[in-house]
């Protein structure tokens, strides 16, 4: 202990020592007051004086009584402090009780609305069959001759359902990764040849918009474990949204590069218009769009980033995302390859 610091007395732990004697008939207050004027004169000349000390030594109080005194007031200060704990356990468990009830409310909503979702999916999967299957008689002329302009219309109807379609396959996806009923078929997957078909997939969109589309990777890379139909999806979501949020003129590139030994990053690198630092985590928010009000200019349910990430990690991996406001956008996760 410091030299300075002075010696800790019982007193020390009595707040307003003074009142307390005075209440109890102990002292008057003249004599209170004499006693911490003197208090005043040994602390400015640098002594350590307690006002209890400068009681007794003024013989305006015992010894004994100051003692009495203060083991009184510290059982008291003891009492209310034990009440006190008492109080703040009691609102402790009150608020732990509010806070479990708010959030086993808050599972039963999310449940709720995974069922809806499932329900209201394969509800509209029905009816959307029926239309896609007629477009296709009529387009087909299967039901009689059109015109160019009906088959035009007709195309437009047709790229409009299976936009639908996809839409609504999310949706069903979504529901069953909420309910933790997202199966993976895991299997030796040519990643190679899944990057190269989702890049050809993708081609016609990123030309209408003006962008470059390009995949790197060499003849060298090794098969992976996964899920073709999972891991398929992912790297064409990934490709679909950063041809989304790349103005004409930009370009986006997958490539596929080892890692040490055992894993094969997948990464899809975009100069589009990028994400704000302080809303990364709004991306993966079900039903979220950081753009959401009437006049956005991008479309989608706002599930593709919730799902894909939810895929990921159900590979046992994890989603990195890195980008630069204005600049673009880099998705990168790791599948683990499979060595002969």
Do not use: C
């Amino acid at each position: 202990m410091s030299q300075n610091t002075p010696k800790l007395t019982p007193e020390m732990l009595i707040p307003r020592l003074g009142e307390y004697l005075v209440q109890k008939g102990l002292i008057t207050d003249a004599g209170l007051q004499l006693a911490l004027d003197y208090q005043k004169e040994k602390i400015a000349k640098g002594e350590t004086y307690m006002l209890g000390q400068a009681l007794t030594d003024l013989k305006l109080l015992s010894k004994e009584a100051l003692d009495q005194a203060i083991t009184e007031q510290i059982l008291q200060l003891r009492t209310a402090l034990q009440a006190s704990n008492r109080n703040l356990e009691r609102r402790v468990q009150e608020r732990t009780a509010d806070l479990n009830e708010a959030l086993q409310k808050l599972s039963e909503l999310n449940q709720m609305k995974a069922n809806f979702v499932s329900n209201i999916s394969h509800e509209l999967r029905t009816p959307l069959t029926h239309i896609k299957g007629y477009v296709e008689l009529l387009i087909s002329e299967s039901l009689g001759s059109i015109t160019e302009e009906q088959k035009h219309a007709l195309a437009v109807s047709q790229k409009s359902t299976s936009k639908l379609e996809d839409m609504i396959e999310d949706l069903i996806m979504f529901s069953l990764a909420s309910r933790g009923e997202l199966s993976m078929k895991l299997s030796e997957v040519d990643i190679r040849r899944l990057v190269s078909l989702a890049v050809k997939s993708a081609t016609n969109k990123a030309e209408d918009r003006g962008v470059k589309l390009q995949a790197q990777f060499t003849d060298a890379i090794p098969l992976v474990q996964a899920d073709p139909e999972k891991i398929g999806w992912v790297v064409n979501q990934l490709l679909d949204n950063a041809i989304k949020f790349t103005p004409s003129g930009g370009s986006v590139v997958v490539s596929l590069k080892e890692e040490g030994a055992n894993l094969i990053n997948v990464s899809i690198t975009d100069t589009g218009i990028g994400i704000p630092q302080n809303r990364m985590q709004e991306i993966f928010e079900p039903f979220h769009q950081l753009d959401g009000s009437s006049t956005r200019h991008y479309g989608g349910t706002g599930l593709g980033l919730a799902l894909v990430r939810q895929i990921i990690e159900a590979h046992g991996s994890l989603l990195d995302v890195k980008s630069v406001e204005g600049k673009g956008t880099t998705f990168k996760f790791p599948l683990l390859a499979v060595r002969d």
